[in-house]
Nanobody, 121 residues
């Protein structure tokens, strides 16, 4: 019953910015980690950024210094601030959460539906 709903994707010119949001809902007991992945045409899905409930973060080398992941625990929401966007950032971005349900204490991984980010002039 856990759902991840993403928003904020779109078309932006090189050098521009976007902020992605991912809100988790349902019978959630605990969120251990949330992150962002992306998949470009013809490429494998790759990790972009992850944050844990201990506030540790991890970024792909290609986005360090440009992207920032953050979370609002009260809203069960994770954000990805994307600055200085490049054409190579064009991909479908997926939200992922490592989440435990109220009725089922063992956490599991959940995926959002994906949101398209296109960087082009």
């Amino acid at each position: 019953q856990v759902q991840l709903v993403e928003s904020g994707g779109g078309l932006v010119q090189p050098g521009g910015s976007l902020r992605l949001s991912c809100a988790a809902s349902g019978s959630i007991s605990s969120i251990y980690a949330m992150g962002w992945y992306r998949q470009a045409p013809g490429k494998q899905r790759e990790l972009v950024a992850v944050t844990t409930n201990g506030d540790t973060t991890n970024y792909a080398d290609s986005v360090k210094g440009r992207f920032t992941i953050s979370r609002d625990n009260a809203k069960n929401t994770v954000y990805l601030q994307m600055n200085s966007l490049k054409p190579d950032d064009t991909a479908v971005y997926y939200c992922n959460g490592y989440i435990a349900r109220v009725q089922y204490g063992v956490p599991n991984y959940y995926w959002g539906q994906g949101t398209q980010v296109t960087v082009s002039s």
